[in-house]
């Protein structure tokens, strides 16, 4: 368990210094005089290790909940029958791994087919085997960290597809390295491939894979648009108030792919992941018609049960406000 816990310390959860400016969200991302990308709408300064430490070793309230893992329902998606019908279709297959065919197009969302590694694991196994999933024309990354950025996979997809990986700068060593095809676009930036467009969009995270490259590979997230149609996956983020700049620019979004696990503590993890309540307010302030809640229950990363996310998402949401919640369990998927 200690292992385990100065893993998470080290390679996932180290939250870095974010400088504070009055700048807009919709920009391309500021850079420090380090090379360092930060988020400039925030003051808050973020962890210090003696926070981890102080989270880490403190107590949970969670604790006995936590020892009785949920039975998630998993399902076999069907691809087939999926390309059969007209339109759009999209998977969720766990954490922020979404495969959706949009304007014939096979665009899958930082995968992550295995475990993360032999301490971090699936607790909702792959719903479909990696050797059955469907081509895979785009790959999109939200930024490095390991449950997001997976080399394994990366390789994967690269050896039987050639996708085309589209990051925010700061990655072009890695795919580089891999041989692999890669596009990277900063905040606001556009690539388009096949009568698709991509629009990298900022959120509130931060990055890291090594001791020394903190902030070095920007983290985005994605809106993903053809016919008229806009699809915006969020990644991994806190709520912030580019949420509402996004919304005013690029709403009404049609379907927004948006993070809920993973937040607690909330005095450590605010400023990076967001619950529930937020998950909503950030749909309403997009102006979504459809929400779908991710990132949960799929790697134990924080203090609270890996089943409670959705609960309180669903027991939160009223049709008032606006839009339809759409909740997937693993392997789930719908046509809009």
Known sequence: MFIRALFIIIIVLLVPFNALS?????????????????????????????????????????????????????????????????????????????LMRVGGLKIIT??????????????????????????????????????????KSIKFLKERFD??????????????????????????????????????????????????????????????????????WAGDTGYFSGFKEIGEKYGPIDIFFGPIGAYEPRWFMKENHMNPEEALQAAKDLRTKVFVPIHWGTFDLSDE?????????EELYKPEYGFELKMLGHGGSFIP
């Not at 998630?72 to 999926?82: E, G, M, N, S």
């Not at 087919?113 to 939200?142: G, Q, T």
């Not at 890291?208 to 016919?227: I, P």
């Not at 049960?305 to 998402?313: A, G, H, R, Y």
Request: proline share 8%; aromatic share 14%; with cysteine.
């Open 22 to 98: 009055d700048e807009p969200a919709l920009r391309k991302a500021p850079v420090d005089n380090d090379g360092r990308f930060y988020n400039p709408w925030t003051g808050e300064e973020g962890r210090s290790f003696l926070d981890l430490l102080k989270w880490k070793f403190s107590d949970n309230p969670y604790e006995e909940e936590k020892k009785r893992r949920p039975d998630f329902k998993i399902t076999r998606p069907d691809f087939k029958a999926l390309d059969k019908q007209k339109g759009d279709w999209f998977v969720w297959l766990g954490h922020s791994t979404v």
């Open 163 to 232: 996708p085309v990986f589209v990051t925010g700068p700061g990655y072009w060593n890695y795919f580089r390295s891999l041989g692999a095809k890669h596009a990277s676009i900063n905040w606001s930036e556009k690539y388009s491939l096949s009568g698709v467009d991509i629009t990298s969009l900022p959120v509130q995270h931060w990055s890291k894979r090594t001791f020394s490259d903190g902030n070095k590979m920007l983290w985005c997230s994605f809106l993903v648009e053809h016919a008229g149609r806009k699809y915006y």
């Open 305 to 313: 049960p890996l089943d409670l996310p959705p609960k309180k998402v």
């Open 110 to 151: 930082d995968p992550v087919l295995w475990d993360v590694n032999f301490l971090v694991k699936r607790a909702a196994l792959l719903p479909v085997r990696p050797e059955e999933l469907p081509r895979v024309d785009i790959v999109l990354i939200s930024h490095g960290h390991y449950d997001h950025l997976d080399t």
